[in-house]
């Protein structure tokens, strides 16, 4: 059974972190929407036994149609996911975590989610740091195949390949979309 972080159960020693890998990266749209001035810290961050796919559909705050990505746990640890590592302000913690579940279409046990909230493990300068993630949900798996693939699972290089973009948050500002 998966675990889920609930505010009440938040002791003094415990925090909400999350890994984000994508449009919530630091400078990112969706951080910018949902995050900024909401977080203690930033840190890089690697997830290992992980992959990622990059799909085209619409962001559900933005409602524009650039790509995002999908994450997917893996047994092979010598793939991996670049991100970071947010430490979210504790007064800001409910409101945070209720907004990204939105955005990820998370509900805790429900069958229709795209997304799963997952406790993972990931490397930063510090060490290993125990932190909550949005990974694609079962139900959507066998569909990443079709997607193209980011074999070296960094986002902000796959915009720069792919879209040469360094973001989508430029793109948003240069249209004055944001």
């Known amino acids: 059974m ?6 009440h159960e938040e002791s003094e020693n415990e925090r909400l972190q999350v890994f984000v890998y994508g449009t919530l990266l630091p400078g990112e749209v969706n951080y910018e929407l949902l995050l900024r001035g909401r977080t203690r810290g930033e840190e890089p961050a690697t997830l290992r036994g992980a992959r990622m796919w990059a799909n085209g559909d619409r962001f559900a705050l933005t409602g524009r149609s650039w790509p995002f990505p999908f994450v997917a746990l893996t047994e092979d640890q010598h793939s991996a996911v670049t991100g970071c590592m947010i430490t979210v302000d504790k007064t800001h913690a409910a409101e945070v975590l209720l907004r990204l579940d939105e955005l990820e279409t998370f509900t805790p046990g429900s069958s229709t989610n795209r997304y799963e909230r997952v406790l993972v493990s990931v490397n930063t300068s510090g060490g290993a740091m125990q932190c909550w993630t ?4 079962d139900r959507i798996r066998a569909e990443l195949d079709q997607l193209p693939a980011i074999s070296h699972g960094d986002w902000l290089r796959y915009l ?14 240069e249209l004055g979309e944001k």
């Open 160 to 173: 720069r390949e792919v879209t040469g973009e360094q973001s989508v948050t430029k793109r948003a500002d």
């Open 134 to 137: 949005y990974v694609a949900a």
């Open 2 to 7: 998966v675990k889920y972080w609930h505010v």
